[in-house]
């Protein structure tokens, strides 16, 4: 019968399949709700791809600048993280 030992138990994070790994779906920048994050690439690095939130139909703010797009194609290719 196999014996549990606890304390010789280890658990090899760095070889996992999935851990901090980012996953992105692609979606149409219309389909997504008001208020909602999204990035307009696929690239997990923050300082590259900054996240913008949602306004309005048209409209999307650069959440760390601040700064507004007024005027994003509403059948643009967008991506949110899973």
Known sequence: MPQN???NDQI???DST????????SMIFE???EGDLFW????PNSDENN????ISDSQA???RTRYTINDIEYRIKVYQKT
């Open 18 to 25: 999935g851990v901090g790994i980012t996953e992105f779906d």
């Open 31 to 33: 389909d997504i709700e």
């Open 5 to 7: 030992d606890p304390a």
């Open 40 to 43: 307009f690439s696929e690239n």
């Open 12 to 14: 090899n994070y760095a």
């Open 61 to 63: 703010q650069n959440t």
């Open 51 to 54: 996240a913008y939130r949602k």
